[in-house]
Structures are given as structure tokens and as C-alpha cells.
Nanobody
Framework: QLQLVESGGGLVQPGGSLRLSCEVS????????IAWFRQTPGKEREGVSC????????LYDDSVRGRVTISSDNAKNTVYLQMNSLKPEDTATYFC?????????????????WGQGTQVTVSS
């Protein structure tokens, strides 16, 4: 059974850093794209970053490019999202998601497997 479990969220001051983890079971990372999305109340889920199977392609939303790095550890079947220089507008629930394709995208409609989310709050 495919399962994605996020961790690493929390409260951080503006300018701080967090590393989110997405542990995947029931699927081999080398054969599926994984993405991070975020959502705030009343808004649609938006794509933050994604990594394709075999780590060949990474994509970033303009709002996080240069501050966020996505990576994967296939031995641990875990995808990470390193977030630096965090801003209050980064506050959201962050979800990881898996698709059934080799490549990845930042469109939520392309993903059918989701984790439960981890809360990130950036505030002084």
C-alpha cells in the first residue's frame, strides 16, 4: 500500500530554515515523480517543488526558487525539501505527493497519492 508521511514542520522565525521529509512506502522513488505542495485555509493547493524519477529533473515555483532545494535519498525512500530564508508568506500546510509518471509537475491534478501534511509556521 502506497503511503507518504511528511515530517519536519514547525514554528520558525523569518529568515530561518526547515527541512521537510517525505518518507515513501509502497513505491520506489526511482520510478515516480514526487512533489511538494502547500495550502493555506481558503486557498487552493499550490505546487512548491518536484523531483522526477531518478532525480533527472527538478522544478521550483517562482515564489521559492533560490530559497528551496528538493532532493531524494533513494536508499531511504525519502524526499527532502530544504527551505531557507523563510518568510511569513511561506506559512502553510505542506504536503508531499506521488504520481505514476517518470517526470514531475507542479499541478496537483497530476498526483493521486498524498500525505497528511505537516504545518510550517513562519512568525516572529
Amino acid at each position: 500500500q502506497l503511503q507518504l508521511v511528511e515530517s519536519g514542520g514547525g514554528l520558525v522565525q523569518p529568515g530561518g530554515s526547515l527541512r521537510l521529509s517525505c518518507e515513501v512506502s509502497g513505491l520506489t522513488l526511482g520510478y515516480s515523480g514526487i512533489a511538494w505542495f502547500r495550502q493555506t485555509p481558503g486557498k487552493e493547493r499550490e505546487g512548491v517543488s518536484c523531483i522526477s524519477a531518478a532525480d533527472t529533473v527538478t522544478l521550483y515555483d517562482d515564489s521559492v526558487r533560490g530559497r528551496v532545494t528538493i532532493s531524494s535519498d533513494n536508499a531511504k525512500n525519502t524526499v527532502y525539501l530544504q527551505m531557507n530564508s523563510l518568510k511569513p508568506e511561506d506559512t502553510a500546510t505542506y504536503f508531499c505527493a506521488a504520481n505514476s509518471d517518470y517526470y514531475c509537475s507542479l499541478s496537483a491534478a497530476d498526483y493521486h497519492h498524498w500525505g497528511q501534511g505537516t504545518q510550517v509556521t513562519v512568525s516572529s
